[in-house]
Structure formats: structure tokens, C-alpha cells
């Protein structure tokens, strides 16, 4: 199992950014792929998560309405469109993955839930 997460970078606030996660190495029909981010001194928060079987998304309150999250199945790859960004915003996002039988409304945001990570890519939100 990899995880190959790009598309970080450096924006104004109010920018948009596009981070992709390039999966490969199991059928994502049976995983969830899920972003997180990391700021410094802080824990790793759920961001994001998508459902590679039936697309089912789910979001933490601080970026509902600004970030959405797809996936190419045909190509393995999940996205996750980040608009009107916040300096708060800024931190190292990741992906990974976990078994969806693994998981339920109460846990899919919860980074101990998710096996495999990827590397992670830096989002600055600087002006």
C-alpha cells in the first residue's frame, strides 16, 4: 500500500489549492481515503474523509463549505479542493487510508482509525 500525497504550496489568504492523493497498491472500492493536516505544536486533525466504495463524504466543522473532497476510482486518486483559505489553514496535510469495515460515523475523522499515511505536502497560507 502507498500513498503519494502533492499539491501543496504556498497561497494568499482567501487562495485555493488542490491536493491530490495517488493511491496505489489495493482496490480503494473497499478503503476510505482520508486527509488530515498537522500544524506545529499540534495534534493531527481529521480533515476530510470519502468513501472509495459508495462516495460517502465527511468533514470537521472548520472546513465545511470550503474544502471538498472527490476520488477518481478509474485512477486511484483522491482529491481535496481547498478554497477561500485561512492562515489558520496552514499545516502539513496528509492522506491515508482505512478498511472501511473499520469505520463508522463516530470514528471516520479519527486519525488512530487510519493504517497506511502517506508523506504529507505543506500548505502555507501566508500573505
Known amino acids: 500500500v502507498q500513498l503519494q500525497a502533492s499539491g501543496g504550496g504556498l497561497v494568499h489568504p482567501g487562495g485555493s489549492l488542490r491536493l491530490s492523493c495517488a493511491a496505489s497498491?489495493?482496490?480503494?472500492?473497499?478503503?476510505?481515503i482520508g486527509w488530515f493536516r498537522q500544524a506545529p505544536g499540534r495534534e493531527r486533525e481529521g480533515v476530510s474523509v470519502i468513501s472509495g466504495s459508495d462516495g460517502s463524504t465527511y468533514y470537521a466543522d472548520s472546513v465545511k463549505g470550503r474544502f471538498t473532497i472527490s476520488r477518481d476510482n478509474a485512477k486511484n486518486t483522491v482529491y481535496l479542493q481547498i478554497n477561500s483559505l485561512k492562515p489558520e489553514d496552514t499545516a502539513v496535510y496528509y492522506c491515508?487510508?482505512?478498511?472501511?469495515?473499520?469505520?463508522?460515523?463516530?470514528?471516520?475523522?479519527?486519525?488512530?482509525?487510519?493504517?497506511?499515511w502517506g508523506q504529507g505536502t505543506q500548505v502555507t497560507v501566508s500573505s
Open positions: 491515508a487510508t482505512a478498511p472501511l469495515f473499520r469505520l463508522t460515523t463516530h470514528n471516520v475523522l479519527l486519525a488512530r482509525e487510519y493504517e497506511y
Open positions: 497498491g489495493f482496490n480503494l472500492d473497499r478503503y476510505a
